[in-house]
Nanobody, 126 residues
């Protein structure tokens, strides 16, 4: 059974930093991709960042480019999202997602991903 477990959410002041982790178990995603999405109340789930498992290629939403950084530790089967220069508009529930294969044309879309975690809340206050 595949499980994605997020951790590291919480509260931060604007300009601060948080680091999210996503530990995957139940299978490896060596040919796939790991991503982070977020959803604020009343809004649709939106893409934040993604990283291909084998090559480590990264993709970011324009809204977080230059502030957030996604990375992975293949030995630990874990993906990280380092969030710096946080803004109140970053407040959302953040979800980790895993795809068993990679299609770059849809890497920013939820349909790319087969598995989802329960999410972790990030709240940024001004």
């Amino acid at each position: 059974q595949v499980q994605l477990v997020e951790s590291g959410g919480g509260s931060a002041l604007a300009g601060g930093s948080l680091r999210l982790s996503c530990a995957a178990s139940g299978r490896t995603f060596s040919d796939g991709v790991m991503g982070w999405f977020r959803q604020a109340p009343g809004k649709e789930r939106e893409f934040v960042a993604a990283i291909t498992w084998s090559g480590g290629s990264t993709y970011y939403a324009d809204s977080v480019k230059g502030r957030f950084s996604i990375s992975r530790d293949t030995a630990k089967n874990t993906v990280y999202l380092q969030m710096n220069s946080l803004k109140p508009e970053d407040t959302a529930h953040y979800y980790c997602a895993a795809g068993t294969s990679v299609r770059i044309v849809i890497i920013r879309h939820t349909i790319q991903y087969n598995y989802w975690g329960q999410g972790t809340q990030v709240t940024v206050s001004s």
